[in-house]
């Protein structure tokens, strides 16, 4: 960045370059922060959707619940404690402990989980992790699942933060999107969580200044999205929006007209979940974020409102490797071929990496290309 290069230069005896990474796409708010019986359905059905053992989804199912009747703070140690005997009282255990090879000290826990203390039941997480990740692949089994609980669980947002500004460098920085799961029948307790994750968000900003981006989500679900939307961008210090449409709403609703609009006449970037597959309440709701919905929402091809779809539609689709996805890319595409201010993210693309072999070498030739290509500088 030159403005970055010239402060450089004018502190320092020799002229050095300064390069500052972001991180495009991270969630920085913690699971209390969006804690519902919606939330927790949506999660059970993510988790499902991704192939992972029932016994593991309904251990996750009794946890979160619990903590939505009582709130309380769990230590490492306790959570996991908590999460292995879940897993052990599951219904469904007894028929993946059956199953062959399952190591011995997994099925003797069944019965004895609720004497087993700490040393006991991270040996038998260990264990259970491995045989999934050798028999299911990664990604699937239970620690997968403790490390996701580990994060989320953290007391604070700022903390979450500080867990992932650990991993960048002292210039480096992320950008904060929020999400806003809205209720069915949204009581007192779900609207406090609401404002607390747009407290904790600003907690974060504060508390690392110029690293932390946040991006304010607008659910027009929720009956006053406009004007949270523009007092978090005029006074609360959000710079972007998010959008997150297979949480229940179509882009095509009529409340979602004067929300681009703002974003439009006030130069607000925004970014828009982009895949089937993520946070969403059913298989319809995860359609709702197919890019083709856009077609109309460009007012030509001068549009000056920025838009990013956040996961390029899939990992397989400019890729050509899953034949569902590859419509949404090309759209997407295509919509940066008219409109200079679209863009597109690769978050979240992993599963290449998990397979392995031809499949990651043809996306990482298929990415390659891409980015040498006219559109590589807004990827």
Known sequence: HSWLDAAAEGCQPHRRSVVMFVNGHAHIFNLQSVLSRETISIMLERLRGRGVHECIVEAVERL???????????????????????????????????????????????GAADHLEFRALKAVLDRLSSWIDAHDGPGKSPFDVFETLRVALQPTIPQVADRLLAH????????????????ASEGELERRNFLGQIRGTMEAVLAHPGRVLP?????????????????????????GVKLY??????????????????CRDQD???????????????????????????????????????????????WGGFSGQNPDQRPWAQTVLAYMDRYPHVYADISNHVEMMVQGGAVEEAYLAALEELLAGPHGDRV
């Open 64 to 110: 979160l619940t619990g903590l939505l009747r009582q709130p309380e703070y769990l230590s490492e140690d306790e959570l996991l404690v908590r999460f292995v005997r879940a897993i052990a009282r599951s219904r469904h255990f007894g028929r993946l402990a059956a199953g062959v090879g399952v190591p011995i000290e997994v099925r003797l826990v069944a």
């Open 168 to 183: 960048l460098g002292p210039d480096d920085a992320l950008v904060a999107l929020m999400m806003d799961i809205v209720p």
């Open 215 to 239: 991006f304010i989500p607008v659910n027009p679900l929720r009956p006053d999205h406009y004007q949270t939307m523009q007092r978090a961008i005029e006074e609360q210090g959000f710079v």
């Open 245 to 262: 449409p297979s949480l229940g709403y179509q882009m095509t609703a009529p409340e979602m007209g004067p929300v681009l609009g703002y």
């Open 268 to 314: 607000v970037p925004v970014l828009v979940h982009c895949t089937s597959q993520g946070f969403r309440k059913n298989a319809q709701t995860g359609e709702y974020a197919d890019p083709r919905h856009w077609q109309g929402l460009f007012v030509g091809p001068d549009e000056p409102l920025r838009v990013c779809f956040a996961h390029f539609g899939g």
